[in-house]
Protein backbone atom coordinates (compact mmCIF):
# COMPACT_ATOMS: atom_id res chain seq x y z
CA UNK A 1 0.00 0.00 0.00
CA UNK A 2 1.29 3.41 -1.12
CA UNK A 3 -1.12 5.66 0.87
CA UNK A 4 -4.03 5.69 2.73
CA UNK A 5 -7.05 8.20 3.16
CA UNK A 6 -9.32 7.08 6.17
CA UNK A 7 -11.47 9.46 6.24
CA UNK A 8 -12.60 8.78 2.12
CA UNK A 9 -11.62 5.20 2.87
CA UNK A 10 -9.63 4.09 0.11
CA UNK A 11 -5.69 2.98 -0.21
CA UNK A 12 -3.40 3.67 -2.80
CA UNK A 13 -1.34 0.54 -4.72
CA UNK A 14 1.86 1.11 -6.32
CA UNK A 15 3.12 -1.36 -9.20
CA UNK A 16 6.52 -2.08 -9.93
CA UNK A 17 6.67 -3.55 -13.24
CA UNK A 18 7.90 -3.50 -16.67
CA UNK A 19 4.56 -4.76 -18.30
CA UNK A 20 1.98 -3.10 -19.79
CA UNK A 21 -1.00 -3.08 -17.23
CA UNK A 22 -4.43 -2.81 -18.20
CA UNK A 23 -5.96 -0.14 -16.96
CA UNK A 24 -10.35 1.96 -16.85
CA UNK A 25 -11.42 5.23 -17.78
CA UNK A 26 -12.50 7.63 -15.22
CA UNK A 27 -16.18 9.37 -15.85
CA UNK A 28 -16.73 12.69 -13.49
CA UNK A 29 -20.49 13.16 -14.65
CA UNK A 30 -23.02 11.26 -14.08
CA UNK A 31 -27.00 11.82 -13.36
CA UNK A 32 -29.79 10.75 -11.24
CA UNK A 33 -30.97 7.42 -12.22
CA UNK A 34 -27.63 6.46 -14.04
CA UNK A 35 -27.31 2.30 -13.92
CA UNK A 36 -24.08 1.74 -12.15
CA UNK A 37 -22.53 -1.93 -11.53
CA UNK A 38 -19.91 -2.84 -8.74
CA UNK A 39 -17.80 -5.83 -8.09
CA UNK A 40 -15.49 -7.09 -5.30
CA UNK A 41 -14.95 -9.81 -2.74
CA UNK A 42 -17.01 -8.76 0.34
CA UNK A 43 -17.30 -11.11 3.46
CA UNK A 44 -14.69 -13.20 1.25
CA UNK A 45 -17.09 -13.80 -1.09
CA UNK A 46 -15.54 -14.39 -4.38
CA UNK A 47 -16.66 -12.98 -7.40
CA UNK A 48 -19.77 -10.35 -6.18
CA UNK A 49 -21.29 -8.45 -8.53
CA UNK A 50 -24.24 -5.78 -7.66
CA UNK A 51 -26.13 -3.70 -10.13
CA UNK A 52 -28.28 -0.48 -9.08
CA UNK A 53 -29.17 2.60 -10.29
CA UNK A 54 -27.89 6.25 -8.99
CA UNK A 55 -30.22 7.96 -6.06
CA UNK A 56 -28.17 10.30 -4.42
CA UNK A 57 -25.31 12.47 -4.23
CA UNK A 58 -25.88 13.02 0.18
CA UNK A 59 -23.49 13.97 3.38
CA UNK A 60 -21.55 10.89 4.86
CA UNK A 61 -20.02 11.32 8.19
CA UNK A 62 -16.87 9.22 9.21
CA UNK A 63 -16.19 8.91 13.15
CA UNK A 64 -12.36 8.40 14.35
CA UNK A 65 -12.73 6.30 17.39
CA UNK A 66 -9.27 6.96 18.15
CA UNK A 67 -9.90 10.73 17.88
CA UNK A 68 -13.21 11.54 18.58
CA UNK A 69 -13.52 13.89 15.27
CA UNK A 70 -16.14 13.31 12.64
CA UNK A 71 -15.16 13.92 9.24
CA UNK A 72 -17.87 14.98 6.50
CA UNK A 73 -17.70 14.41 2.70
CA UNK A 74 -20.26 14.08 -0.49
CA UNK A 75 -20.62 10.58 -1.49
CA UNK A 76 -22.54 8.99 -3.95
CA UNK A 77 -25.30 6.98 -2.88
CA UNK A 78 -27.06 3.73 -4.98
CA UNK A 79 -28.58 1.05 -3.81
CA UNK A 80 -26.20 -1.56 -5.04
CA UNK A 81 -25.49 -4.22 -2.28
CA UNK A 82 -22.70 -3.59 -0.29
CA UNK A 83 -21.38 -5.84 2.69
CA UNK A 84 -18.43 -5.66 5.19
CA UNK A 85 -15.27 -5.75 3.33
CA UNK A 86 -17.13 -3.82 -0.35
CA UNK A 87 -15.14 -0.66 0.67
CA UNK A 88 -12.11 0.15 -2.45
CA UNK A 89 -14.64 -1.75 -5.15
CA UNK A 90 -15.15 0.16 -7.64
CA UNK A 91 -18.17 2.07 -8.93
CA UNK A 92 -18.82 1.99 -12.82
CA UNK A 93 -21.38 3.54 -14.91
CA UNK A 94 -22.70 1.26 -18.19
CA UNK A 95 -20.15 2.25 -19.99
CA UNK A 96 -17.32 0.47 -17.51
CA UNK A 97 -15.85 4.27 -16.55
CA UNK A 98 -14.79 4.04 -12.90
CA UNK A 99 -17.47 6.98 -11.64
CA UNK A 100 -16.19 6.00 -7.94
CA UNK A 101 -14.81 3.79 -5.40
CA UNK A 102 -17.45 2.35 -2.55
CA UNK A 103 -17.14 3.72 0.97
CA UNK A 104 -19.73 2.55 2.67
CA UNK A 105 -23.02 1.08 3.50
CA UNK A 106 -26.08 -0.25 5.56
CA UNK A 107 -24.46 -0.93 8.72
CA UNK A 108 -26.81 -3.90 9.42
CA UNK A 109 -26.18 -5.18 6.14
CA UNK A 110 -25.04 -8.96 6.43
CA UNK A 111 -23.93 -11.39 3.49
CA UNK A 112 -25.66 -14.35 4.62
CA UNK A 113 -29.19 -12.30 4.71
CA UNK A 114 -28.25 -10.92 1.39
CA UNK A 115 -29.54 -7.52 3.11
CA UNK A 116 -28.08 -4.37 1.93
CA UNK A 117 -30.46 -1.89 0.55
CA UNK A 118 -27.43 1.00 -0.22
CA UNK A 119 -23.82 1.66 -0.41
CA UNK A 120 -22.08 4.81 -0.80
CA UNK A 121 -18.95 5.54 -3.07
CA UNK A 122 -16.77 8.45 -2.79
CA UNK A 123 -16.79 10.09 -6.38
CA UNK A 124 -13.75 10.27 -8.86
CA UNK A 125 -14.25 13.67 -9.23
CA UNK A 126 -13.45 14.28 -5.23
CA UNK A 127 -10.94 11.28 -5.25
CA UNK A 128 -8.71 13.20 -7.92
CA UNK A 129 -7.86 16.30 -5.79
CA UNK A 130 -6.22 13.82 -3.21
CA UNK A 131 -4.51 11.73 -5.40
CA UNK A 132 -2.70 15.05 -7.42
CA UNK A 133 -1.83 16.87 -4.38
CA UNK A 134 0.24 13.39 -3.48
CA UNK A 135 1.76 13.58 -6.49
CA UNK A 136 -0.03 9.74 -7.30
CA UNK A 137 -1.53 11.32 -10.63
Known amino acids: ?17 NEQLNTFKFATEWNFGDP ?3 FGHPSGVDKFISYGKIDDYSRVYYSNDKTNRVYEYKAIRTNVESYPGSSGSPLFDID ?21 TYS ?18
Open 120 to 137: FSTSIANIMPILIKQGLA
Open 1 to 17: IYSYFPITNFSVIKFKT
Open 36 to 38: VVS
Open 96 to 116: LNIIGMVSAGDKNASYDKRNS
